[in-house]
């Protein structure tokens, strides 16, 4: 079973985990999936809803799926694993090096501590770890079948990023675009405690509080500039690569940092927006982000192989911080940040019940989706609710300013913004009750709430 091509709808009849396994199974499917891993997914039953294999998910594919795609990122590195040394070179490659190990356990950390800020059982409650999995397979799909497996980058490199490699990079963003989560409720969790217990006479004496250690401050501003800054030429040398043309010259890079990225991001960090916060975490646990190069001079340039395994990683920091900073706005459908906020929206059945949008409609949890076009210059998408009461004017409000909202400022007036007139995009809530909300891109004009 492929992918479907748009129009399609998912969690039609509430079967939208069995589509995605059908899918997922297939040989086709994902290319870097290692046999041994393709195992474990088999033993799901495709008929199974995903939340009943949570503890399967969490415990054996997502460590799995993640080693693979390392593995694959890094045999595409050269100077890491060159060619015609696979057999030599591959009894080098270790992977309990990788870090995947203790990103498990932060993962872990994660899962537990979502059923307390749900107030839910560990067996019943709707958790991120499933929609992680859930939006990794939309976003495979949507890749393969509506962008031919490749994304654009604002850089302009000769040796581009191949579609193996797109595919690998996008497991790794939507598996892991949501572990900074708990960081990001605390404040949420304090409130409520105070509500409740000032309530009963009880006067509180401190709140729930973390922060990372001072002597991480510098490691978070690395990163932050890394997520925030691109390759640029600095100039042409005259020695050629290895193995290549002697009159061939190569390109010599440095990483500029682009300073609206970098506030922007310093902003999201200040809130603990869990986009920012999961990218720092990855970015910790795994040797890959470890190893990343970034020019804080230019007494050491980058080689065009450099500056494209830093694009690499920079792209998947990049948009994971991205999906929840709405001060970051889009030119461009067919990118690794804005499929990751989209395959984020359309996934929309046995989300979380965030506390704080409680007062949006229950029946979003439930609903379905069609996507009616998908394409790097046409986005259409329908989301339907299973509310069957009108929405009240809170409901109009949480759902305009909360979930749409965020989009319009996402594709707001900004510079290069004229890029989009030939875009067009609509992005649709209804309920079973005709009641609808929508913001659309059409005849470069923005409209919507």
């Known amino acids: 079973m492929s992918f479907p091509k748009p129009p399609f709808k998912l969690n039609d009849e509430g079967k939208g985990d069995q589509v995605l396994l059908d899918y997922l199974k297939q040989n086709t499917s994902v290319s870097f999936m290692s046999k041994e891993t393709r195992k474990l997914l088999n033993e799901i039953p495709t008929n199974e809803n995903l939340t009943k294999a949570r503890d399967q998910l969490l415990k054996k594919v997502w460590p799995a799926v993640l080693k693979d795609a390392l593995k694959v990122l890094k045999k595409n590195d050269p100077r890491e694993w060159p060619k015609g040394k696979d057999e030599t070179i591959g009894t080098f490659f270790d992977e309990a090096s990788l870090g995947v190990t203790e990103l498990q356990e932060v993962l872990r950390g994660f899962s537990d501590f979502e059923g307390v800020m749900y107030g839910a059982s560990p067996e019943s409650y709707r958790d991120h770890v499933v929609h992680s999995f859930r939006v990794w397979i939309i976003g495979q799909g949507l890749l393969k079948e509506c962008f031919d497996g490749k994304l654009l980058t604002d850089a302009k490199l000769r040796s581009v990023i191949s579609q193996q490699e797109w595919e690998c990079m996008w497991a790794l963003v939507a598996l892991c675009h949501d572990i900074g989560y708990p960081l ?266």
């Open 184 to 449: 990001s409720q605390l404040e949420r969790l304090n409130e409520l405690a105070r509500n409740a217990l000032t309530k009963q006479g009880l006067l509180p004496q401190g709140d729930l509080r973390f922060t990372f250690s001072q002597q991480m401050q510098p490691f978070h501003d690395t990163l932050i500039r890394l997520m925030a800054s691109k390759p640029v030429i600095l100039a042409k040398s005259v020695r050629p690569p290895k193995g290549e043309d002697k009159n061939k010259e190569e390109k010599i890079y440095v990483t500029h940092l682009q300073n609206k990225y970098y506030m922007k991001f310093l902003k999201s960090f200040d809130n603990l927006d869990h986009g920012v916060v999961s990218s720092l975490l990855i970015s910790k646990a795994l040797v890959y982000f470890l190893e990343s190069d970034l020019c804080r001079d230019w007494w050491s340039p980058l080689t065009e192989e450099d500056a494209r395994q830093f694009l690499i990683r920079r792209e998947m920091l990049r948009a994971i911080a991205s999906h929840t900073c709405p001060d970051i706005y889009h030119l461009e459908f067919n990118t690794l940040s804005f499929l990751l906020y989209m395959a984020d929206e359309i996934q929309c059945w046995g989300r979380p019940t965030l506390i704080k949008l409680q007062e949006e409609p229950a029946g979003i949890m439930n609903g379905q989706v069609e996507v009616k076009e998908f394409s790097d210059t046409r986005i259409a998408i329908i989301i339907t609710t299973d509310d069957e009461a009108p929405w009240d004017d809170k409901q109009k409000e949480a759902i305009s300013k909360n979930w749409i909202g965020r989009l319009r400022k996402m594709l707001r007036l900004a510079v290069g913004t004229p890029k989009l007139e030939k875009s067009y995009l609509l992005f649709q809530a209804q309920n079973k009750n005709n009641q609808t909300c929508c913001l659309e891109l059409k005849d470069a004009k923005l409209r919507g709430p």
